[in-house]
Nanobody, 121 residues
C-alpha cells in the first residue's frame, strides 16, 4: 500500500498564487504518472495537469500558461504552482499517482485526501 498526502491549499484573492505539494510514501517500487485533479462544487472531477516519470507534462486548456506541474522523483513528490488564480479555479484539488508497489506488479492508482483552494474575486 501507498499513501499520498497533499498540502498547500488555502484562501487567496484573484491574481495571487498558491503552491500545492503531494508526497507519496509507503510501499513504492516506482511511480509512473503523477497528476492533479480538481472538483468544483456541483461539478465532476477534472484533470488539471499531469507529469510523467520522465518529465513530460500535459495541462487542461483552462490552466495552461498559469499553472506549472513538476516532480522530484527522489522524494516521490509532485508540485503544482498556480499563478494568476481566478475564482473559477476554486475547488478541491486531488493528487493522483500511478504507483508500482513492488517489482513485477501492475501500477495502481492512488488518490490523496484533497486540499481546498478558494479564490475570491
Amino acid at each position: 500500500q501507498a499513501q499520498l498526502v497533499e498540502s498547500g491549499g488555502g484562501l487567496v484573492q484573484a491574481g495571487e498564487s498558491l503552491r500545492l505539494s503531494c508526497a507519496a510514501s509507503g510501499s513504492i517500487f516506482s511511480i509512473n504518472d503523477m497528476g492533479w485533479y480538481r472538483q468544483a462544487p456541483g461539478k465532476q472531477r477534472e484533470l488539471v495537469a499531469v507529469v510523467s516519470s520522465v518529465g513530460s507534462t500535459n495541462y487542461a486548456d483552462s490552466v495552461r500558461g498559469r499553472f506549472t506541474i513538476s516532480r522530484v522523483n527522489a522524494n516521490n513528490t509532485v508540485y503544482l504552482q498556480m499563478n494568476s488564480l481566478k475564482p473559477e479555479d476554486t475547488g478541491d484539488y486531488f493528487c493522483n499517482a500511478k504507483i508500482i508497489n513492488s517489482r513485477y506488479f501492475a501500477p495502481r492508482s492512488y488518490w490523496g485526501q484533497g486540499t481546498q483552494v478558494t479564490v475570491s474575486s
